[in-house]
């Protein structure tokens, strides 16, 4: 007898366990945070136009990358400084953001958007597209992972 009932209740639990692993996993609607990125996205852009890589690279994230068309990864605070401080010094003043969707999930979000690069002549040098992964942080939305390229067609020779 106690062997039926071990048996009895092996087949309870069991039943009771694929009945939660077979209910319908719970679903979480996005959050709409383009607001909220629009305003790191002008942060960014004040950055920029002061030619400040220094306050530009305290909107990532400590462990944040840049994945730059036409090289390599570019990790970690110092070399995310240096890779804009380079592309500064190199003549590019202004950055124009415009942010197409944003969409959060807890304390990640994606953004895609369009991008406008100028030198301090107000002539336009590059655009194109981007998307950056965004966590929040105790100091507000920080870009992780961006990665833009140029829709600007490669001149032929």
């Not at 092996?10 to 629009?38: H, K, N, S, Y």
């Not at 690279?57 to 840049?66: I, P, R």
């Not at 197409?100 to 590059?126: H, K, P, R």
Request: charged share 20%.
């Amino acid at each position: 007898m106690r062997y039926r009932t071990g048996i009895v209740w092996q087949v309870a639990i069991l039943a009771g366990c694929l009945q939660f692993a077979c209910a319908a996993p719970e679903t979480r609607q996005p959050l709409d945070v383009t607001e909220e990125i629009q305003a790191a996205n002008e942060q960014f852009v004040a950055a920029f136009a002061s030619s400040d890589a220094e306050a530009l690279t305290a909107l990532y994230t400590q462990d944040g990358k840049l994945l730059p068309p036409n090289s390599d990864v570019v990790a970690g605070t110092a070399a995310i400084q240096g890779f804009w401080q380079m592309v500064m010094e190199a003549g590019v003043a202004q950055a124009q953001l415009t942010t197409e969707e944003a969409e959060g999930f807890d304390g990640t979000a994606f953004e895609v958007g369009g991008y406008s690069l100028y030198d301090s002549d107000g002539n336009m040098i590059d655009e194109g597209k981007y998307v950056v992964i965004w966590k929040r942080t105790e100091d507000g939305w920080r870009l992780h992972r961006d990665i833009w390229n140029s829709s600007v067609p490669i001149a032929s020779e």
